[in-house]
């Protein structure tokens, strides 16, 4: 499997969007899931929204529901993260993963069960 590659994310102030791409390359290319994560400083790494590849269904964490949108195109192997309303506790490098956590709500948001990681990329949302 190839590393995911990561784009998007920058400085935005409150309120404002970003978008976080994140592209898997190859003809090889398997994943039952995508999904994004977050870290700020000095804490763990959290789940934020996750995408089953095959239908599309997703799953979000309580504080980003309304707020944050996650969609994938198979063709292209991608995945977005829409991100509107942002807010400074938002704050954080999100990393995307990729591979076979399994199904069920609980394993998506795992991030023990994911195999491909992006390089993380910083999102910082100023007040």
């Known amino acids: 499997q190839v590393q995911p590659v990561q784009s998007g994310g920058g400085l935005v102030q409150a309120g404002g969007s970003l978008r976080l791409t994140c592209a898997a390359s190859g003809r090889t290319f398997r994943t039952s899931a995508m999904a994004w994560f977050r870290q700020a400083p000095g804490k763990e790494r959290e789940f934020v929204a996750a995408?089953?590849?095959?239908?599309?269904?997703?799953v979000y964490r309580d504080s980003v529901k309304g707020r944050f949108t996650l969609s994938r195109d198979s063709a292209e192997n991608s995945g977005y993260l829409q991100m509107n309303s942002l807010k400074p506790e938002d704050t954080a490098v999100y990393y995307c993963?990729?591979?076979?956590?399994?199904?069920?709500?609980?394993?998506?948001?795992?991030?023990?069960?994911?195999?491909?990681w992006g390089q993380g990329t910083q999102v910082t949302v100023s007040s």
């Open positions: 995408i089953r590849w095959t239908g599309g269904s997703t």
């Open positions: 993963a990729t591979g076979d956590p399994g199904i069920a709500t609980i394993q998506l948001q795992d991030r023990r069960l994911y195999r491909n």
